[in-house]
């Protein structure tokens, strides 16, 4: 028997799919799961509205456990994970345990995890769409990645009320560059990184300041102007994210709502002249900058919206 996968349904699902204790069915008729024990043989033989769960199993999701781990960028919360994950028992446990003294992470853990069992719900879903005859399913379903927004703040950057905080995070950045690199290169590189917030003049600098719930610096993104001769363009100061909340999308957030008040201050171009981080050139390329020479541009009259 056809039936829609709505958001309802899928949750339903994942459900029956997380749950390890027995064999289940998705009833389609009253949308559902049903225990096979709880079924008469003839049921599962002739009851048309019975469907086999998505295959699930528990080594799926240590996949998606470790997945997130090596993923993070958050080297101090990445190694208490993995270290979880390498225990012989209680790896489910220990995983958890960790995550629950980060709550963002665990947040962005949740969405990760939930976004990974929605992909294989449609395409079982697609599966039986093809035994019914129709096309597979050519739809976007709501993005979870708000619900991660909805705990922190975004506002204008206030130099007064900013830029000691700012500077504070700045440095730990730094000190994080020496242990990267050894000897007086740490220096080096920590010495060029801390020029950034030597702000000479306050007044041209602009930007966005990332926010937790319960009022913690999480990131921010900063940028210059120059003088009269170039009013209509911008050049990116800086960009970071606190350690204990990095890998949940604010960087790209950050950007995403940047990009838009530039937009809406009538801002023609976004230059990025500094060399970036590996793990950043996939996103201000998602955000439509594009690589000319050893600079980046934005031309943002001419792009839209910001890839998601």
């Known amino acids: 028997m056809f039936f829609e996968l709505t958001k309802s349904v899928i949750e339903e699902l994942i459900f029956g799919m ?83 003294k980060y709550p963002e992470i665990e947040k962005s853990y949740f969405s990760f995890k939930e976004k990974k069992m929605r992909s294989v719900v449609i395409e079982w879903y697609n599966s039986l769409r093809e035994s019914w005859g129709l096309e597979k399913l050519n739809q976007d379903f709501e ?98 994210v606190n350690q204990n909340f990095r890998s949940l999308g604010l960087a790209r957030e950050l950007f995403s709502r940047g990009i838009s008040y530039l937009k809406s201050q009538g801002i023609q171009d976004f230059i990025i002249a500094d060399s970036l981080p590996d793990f950043l050139e996939p996103l201000v390329t998602r955000c439509g900058f594009e690589k000319k020479g050893s600079y980046y541009i934005l031309e943002l009259a001419d792009n839209s919206h910001v890839e998601a």
């Open 18 to 100: 997380e749950n390890q204790d027995g064999n289940y069915f998705f009833d389609s008729e009253n949308s559902c799961i049903v225990p096979e024990d709880g079924l008469e043989e003839d049921e599962l033989d002739e009851n048309e509205n019975l469907y086999s769960l998505p295959d699930w199993r528990s080594s799926d999701g240590f996949q998606i456990m470790e997945e997130f781990a090596e993923a993070l960028h958050a080297d101090k919360v990445k190694a208490e994970l993995l270290a979880a994950l390498s225990n012989r028992r209680g790896v489910f446990k220990a995983f958890k345990n960790v995550l629950s």
């Open 143 to 240: 993005d979870y990645d708000d619900l991660v927004f909805e705990d922190f703040e975004f506002e204008p950057y206030n130099h007064k009320k900013d830029s000691d905080c700012i500077l504070t995070e700045a440095k730990k950045i730094a000190e994080e560059l020496k242990t990267s690199f050894e000897g007086e290169k740490g220096l080096a590189m920590s010495f060029l990184w801390l020029r950034n917030f030597d702000f000479e003049n306050p007044t041209e600098l602009t930007g966005l300041v990332c926010r937790s719930a319960s009022g913690d610096f999480a990131g921010t993104l900063l940028f210059s102007h120059f003088p009269s001769f170039a009013k209509n363009v911008v050049a990116l100061t800086s960009v970071f």
